[in-house]
């Protein structure tokens, strides 16, 4: 059956079915040989589309004004201090605006609740860049990677090792559980995923031929694993003071070559970014002052070791996001 996305909104994994993800990592693919071979693909020539960003990003910014302008499309950027929405102006009201201006709008920030809202009132497509619930986005670039690498999606073995209950813990288990991957979330008790979104993940697991399994055991939930999956320990927009007890529940979370040695033997290694591996950055210097710790979620040696694919991982954010963007408006 043929795939029509043409108007949708690209919000959350759970609203895709693993034929529609199927088809935006395959299209991705298609525009990935075209920006290496510089064919040009102005697809979307006339086209305008508007980034609103509650929340800084490096990768996701790029991606999104590169994968725009690549399409034949103006891109128009908008930082907290650019815009009235939530302030003077409702969420409500603010899409309603944009929605007569633009073609498609992009939102970066905090509460899922309002990018759902600016899909409801918008009129036009709107795209999940993150938010504290979920980051769809990054899903494909992660399952593109993994393809790419790996040869495959359905029985990859994949361990999630950190604060699991944040959006990438989410959204992994969810791609996972979608497309018929071993999901292991690794990491204690308190910071497992909310448990209806766990239930709800088993149940897709069980028709893709997957599953979803939670573990406090690293050996256990690391052993022969085809991925091992990090991210920082304290997110965006999370108080300072957080650190201490995030620093004490995951220290023994930490990706090491231990780690690694206990998965597959052609195990790869993945990360979002940005990534605490050193103390070349004011946050890790910070860390390192305050409770000795030279390297956070992964070490300098795993992150930049043959396993590390994170900056494919990175490149793919691009060839992603144009897959949606042209999916939706095409």
Known sequence: MAVNLRGRSFLKMLDFSPAEIRYLLDLSKNFKDMKRTHTPHRLL?????????????????CSFEVAGRDLGMGVTYLDPGSSQMGNKESIADTARVLGRMFDGIEYRGYKQELVEELAKFSGVPVWNGLTDQYHPTQMLADLLTIEEKLGR????????MGDARNNM????????????????????????PEEGLVDVCKKLAEESGGSVTLTEDVEAGTKGTDVIYTDIWVSMGEPKEVWETRIKLLQKYQVNAKVMANAAQDAIFMHCLPSFHDTKTSIGADIFEKFGLPEM??????????????????????????????????
């Open 169 to 192: 813990g989410n959204s992994l288990m969810v791609a996972c559980a979608k497309m018929g991957l071993h999901f292991t979330a690794c990491a204690p008790k308190e910071l497992f």
């Open 153 to 160: 999606l359905k029985g990859v073995k994949f361990t999630y």
């Open 45 to 61: 020539e006339g086209r305008n589309i508007v980034l609103l960003f509650e929340k800084t990003s490096t990768r996701t910014r």
């Open 297 to 330: 979620e992964v070490t300098d040696e795993v992150f930049e070791s043959k396993q590390s694919v994170v900056f494919d991982e990175a490149e793919n954010r691009m060839h992603t996001i144009k897959a949606v963007m042209y999916a939706t408006l095409c």
